[in-house]
């Protein structure tokens, strides 16, 4: 098992530009998560799917995040038009339901730098 | 709603010393709670669970945790610090019964280890 892929690993984009971030969740998994992570706010739940359906998006900062999954093997985050203040780590993560709780698993993020 | 409460921002110990890391809960419903670490540039690896079976709760790298409900408490020792225990340590929370994955995060507690 790969684990959660996530890429890229690094973006740099200039203010304005959109950014696209790609999520691959593990095989199976039917529970697909976005995550930030900024020093200021911690790690924050963006966004989460289950079968492929978005859930809960309260947390998604502005109307310029969208999230999308098309299949059960692809997740993007979107960014349109970017600001530094999107500078952060974004996490995708991904679960199981199984017998009960079943831990989510994280990638390897992708940090976002907005210049 | 959920919260949690991670008290000390950095912690640091000699190699060999007890570890402890403190995390408090607040929540509306039986909560399940977790410990993550993250290592530098990496993603959340899951040390532990809590998913209300047995209170003392024993994960990987020697890593223990106690849910004390009276406390509202869920404490992270190792009885002997290691260097490579050095990392940022994330106590999360999620609704009982209903999540898997959708966590609440504390801010996180960086571990130093002293030679």
Not at chain 1, 8 to 15: K, L
Not at chain 1, 74 to 86: G, N
Not at chain 2, 24 to 40: A, I
Request: net charge neutral; with cysteine.
């Amino acid at each position: 098992d790969a684990g959660v892929i996530q890429s890229p690993r690094h973006e740099v984009t200039e203010m304005g530009q959109e950014v696209t971030l790609r999520c691959k969740p593990i095989s199976g998994h039917d529970y697909l998560f976005w995550y930030r992570q900024t020093m200021m706010r911690g790690l924050e739940l963006l966004i989460y799917f289950n079968n492929n359906v978005p859930i809960d998006d309260s947390g998604m900062p502005e109307d310029r995040f969208s999230a999308k999954m098309p299949n059960a093997s692809f997740s993007t985050l979107k960014i349109q038009p970017s600001e530094p203040r999107d500078s952060a780590v974004y996490f995708c993560a991904s679960s199981r339901r199984q017998g009960g709780i079943t831990e989510a698993f994280f990638g390897q993020g992708t940090r976002l730098t907005v210049v | 709603a959920q919260s949690v409460t991670q008290l000390g921002s950095h912690v640091s110990v000699s190699e060999g010393a007890l570890v402890l890391l403190r995390c408090n809960y607040s929540s509306s419903v039986p909560p399940y709670l977790f410990w993550y670490v993250q290592y530098p540039n990496q993603g959340l690896q899951l040390l532990l669970k809590y998913t209300s079976a047995a209170t003392l709760v024993k994960g990987i790298n020697g890593f223990e945790a106690e849910f004390k409900k009276s406390e509202t408490s869920f404490h992270l020792t190792k009885p002997s610090a290691h260097m490579s225990d050095a990392a940022e340590y994330f106590c999360a929370v999620s609704p009982g019964g209903t999540s898997y994955g959708k966590l609440t995060f504390g801010q996180g507690t960086i571990l130093t280890v002293h030679p």
